[in-house]
DNA sequence: GCAGATTTTGGGAACGTTACCATTTTCTAT
DNA sequence: ATAGAAAATGGTAACGTTCCCAAAATCTGC
């Protein structure tokens, strides 16, 4: 194919010659805050604006090192939590004037280096990133500015980072799991090699511990953070524990209602004969039956705190904050009250 | 602030230095189809290997006019149809090796309009759009390849595009009203302006035609696409009409679910009082009480297709197809079977 | 009206790549 | 061996912008 670069785009140099001047004087009078005389700015738009005139965004950044563009690297944008991060990211973006690559890498370490790679590539200014896996080097020389997205910040000391405060996130799902009377709940977490399962479930086992439950006795099933796997790991517990009432708290609200689903095919009832708790706050956990009660993380809020600390990581001052924003509890019907209920099931320690 | 365009990556001519060939060599060493002996080819690989060689997408694009970039503009990210048909694009871009640049317009004709500004100075390859308004020029003369998403497609007919097949979709959702004897649904619609709004409208009218009844005689409200909007809709209509049992036909799974709510709040129960069928097909559906009987569309699939289609578009190729996905009936709880009793609600025309 | 300071402008060179053309090297057949 | 073809390589000019430096124009105060 013969060469065909910008179908006759007008460039710089043809509103140069429009408005008889140089194409230096074009860029610095189109280019906002330079000296040029006001009469010839405006002659110069003038010309630009009769040819419509639009900057050639590659040459730019080529010149300059600078792209507007940001890299947003999640695990699925199809799951409602992501897509939220994202539109929060997407909205705090266009305020800067910044353009967002989006990908998804499915919690695959290989698609994550991939779109990693062509990032860098892309010579992005900077990426917010949910890393999969536990490749540190990988991201950490990366060579570009990145932003941490969730709560795997432990694993990358040298990164700045926004998520959630699982921290308080759990203490908050754990204190109303008790005061209604579930003492040793059940747990879906994520599979191995998630860094988000391990976070989950060491603070989850600190408090129990602080409340003298033994972590061991806790029945632990693994999920992929899609709906059928918590369907799943759901229907594997009601095999192994039969006595009812139970309750259970997962890491995720997709998986909570597939737990849920998992309770209604069993011909069992929520909150009834088994109580569920969610991690996340989707809004598909409104609509359930009965709604869905879940610790909401801030998922909005994440996004767009993690565009703007992408750009004070670019902009180079304060590299290494690390950010935990507050849950809150939404409380719906999912969850019995069994307070009154002799603690035939709570299991004590020592 | 200094000149620091790419703090020292490696390039092309470094390789060449490093390997002991001219640049030209290298940069037909690494396109991969061109001449270049397997020896020399393989002594460049291996010293771009050594220094970490990456390609500079922005110099590529700049002199070759290809960025490997698309445009995806679509009303919301944080909406699960939408994600969902983002992430059908996102998948098949990446099998094609091309990055997304994702866009929401929130149904603002004019932040549509900046993306679209945003897209043509990033200069990329082509954009899949769902257009809001009906400024059509901007799109026809947008100087790029484009796609359309959704079923705008009656207004722009030289643009190629892919979406649901609105009329096959709501005749099989009025088939399944009808079989179980509501004959006249009430409709929330979009609001005025809203190009899928006018598509939705005609067909139900027209297959309202069909079977003799008169589209007058339909409560129609409007929403925003969104849930409390379609609380909000639904309280409305539940105002005007006291006789039940009804239905209701919603032009999105949203508002449905939002209408869902509204009944719960008026006291009364769906499907007994108030028969629900919404449209889209979207995951939290599953889990609503009842659980929403809706007409899914092929959202995964519109987003597949679209890419492709675009990537024709950008061949050259077959630049006027226009394609409409099947869509196919959910059936859960949300309708009920009034077919046994008597027809006093039948509007008959003539 | 003029020297000197200050704006304002123009002319390149660069950013890192690819495309073209010329040149060199290698191969093939005599 | 050698002419001629074919393959492989090098040199240089683009792509469209910005940045630097020098040149020109304008503005000061006397």
């Known amino acids: 194919?013969?060469?065909?670069?910008?179908?006759?785009?007008?460039?710089i140099v043809d509103v140069a010659r429009l408005a008889g001047v140089s194409k230096s004087t074009v860029a610095r009078a189109l280019s906002q805050s330079s000296e040029v005389k006001k009469k010839t700015r405006d002659r110069v738009i003038k010309a630009a604006d009769s040819v419509g005139y639009e900057r050639n965004h590659l040459a730019h950044s080529l010149r300059s090192g600078r792209t507007g563009m940001l890299g947003l690297v999640i695990p699925d944008l199809a799951n409602p939590f992501w897509a939220e991060v994202a539109r929060g990211a997407q909205d705090r973006a266009m305020d800067e004037g910044v353009s967002l690559l989006v990908f998804s890498s499915d919690w695959n370490a290989e698609r994550e280096a991939a779109h990693l790679r062509a990032l860098r590539q892309a010579r992005v200014d900077g990426a917010l990133v949910n890393p999969?896996?536990?490749?540190?080097?990988?991201?950490?020389?990366?060579?570009?500015?990145?932003?941490?997205?969730?709560?795997?910040?432990?694993?990358?000391?040298?990164?700045?980072?926004?998520?959630?405060?699982?921290?308080q996130g759990v203490r908050l799902g754990l204190d109303r799991l008790v005061a209604l009377g579930h003492h040793a709940p059940a747990l879906i977490v994520g599979s191995k090699g998630r860094l988000a399962r391990t976070r989950f479930?060491?603070?989850?086992?600190?408090?129990?511990?602080?409340r003298d439950v033994d972590p061991?006795?806790?029945?632990?099933?693994?999920?992929?953070y899609t709906v059928q796997s918590g369907k799943k790991a759901m229907a594997r517990i009601l095999v192994k524990k039969t006595s009812e009432p139970m309750s259970v708290f997962v890491a995720n609200d997709l998986m909570a209602l597939g737990a849920l689903l998992a309770v209604r095919e069993a011909g069992l009832t929520c909150p009834n004969d088994v109580s569920i708790l969610g991690f996340d706050g989707i809004q598909a956990g409104i609509f359930s039956d009965?709604?869905?009660?879940?610790?909401?993380?801030?998922?909005?809020k994440i996004g767009e705190k993690g565009i703007r600390l992408l750009f004070d990581a670019i902009a180079g001052k304060a590299s290494d904050k690390r950010i935990e924003l507050a849950c809150e509890m939404?409380?719906?019907?999912s969850l019995a009250d069994i307070s009154g209920t002799?603690?035939?099931?709570?299991t004590v320690v020592g």
């Open 290 to 300: 009965p709604g869905l009660s879940t610790v909401k993380k801030p998922a909005r």
């Open 132 to 167: 999969v896996g536990d490749h540190i080097d990988e991201l950490e020389r990366f060579g570009m500015p990145v932003v941490l997205l969730g709560s795997s910040a432990p694993r990358f000391p040298d990164l700045p980072s926004v998520g959630s405060d699982i921290n």
């Open 330 to 333: 939404r409380n719906l019907g």
């Open 201 to 210: 479930m060491r603070v989850v086992f600190d408090h129990c511990v602080d």
């Open 216 to 224: 061991q006795s806790l029945i632990v099933e693994e999920g992929e």
């Open 1 to 11: 194919m013969a060469q065909k670069p910008n179908i006759n785009r007008p460039t």
């Open 342 to 346: 002799s603690p035939q099931h709570l």
